[in-house]
């Protein structure tokens, strides 16, 4: 466990107090700790992983048949945004 030095060993009428000066106090460690997932690196991939996976005719098939169906290619966003998520895993 940690320990923290300079505890507070009295409260009273907005006063603090310590008795023969600071002590350690020992803290608990944190869920984020005990799980171990508190600021873990998470290692991005790079253009050129990505690319050869969305660069393919068939991508950039059904890429062309969704911008066909919209008067905007804005409209299309979700659904490409869908076809990335199938071919990755998840959209970076």
Do not use: C
């Amino acid at each position: 466990m940690k320990k923290v030095q300079g505890a507070v060993h009295f409260v009273a009428n907005n006063k603090l107090s310590f008795e023969r000066g600071p002590s350690p106090v020992e803290l608990y460690p944190t869920p984020a700790d005990q799980l171990g997932h508190h600021k873990k690196v998470q290692p991005q991939p790079t253009m050129e992983e990505i690319l050869p996976k969305l660069e393919t005719p068939e991508m950039k098939a059904r890429i062309a048949d969704l911008l066909s169906r919209y008067p905007e290619a804005q409209g299309a966003l979700l659904e490409v945004l869908w076809l990335v998520q199938e071919a990755l895993g998840w959209v970076p």
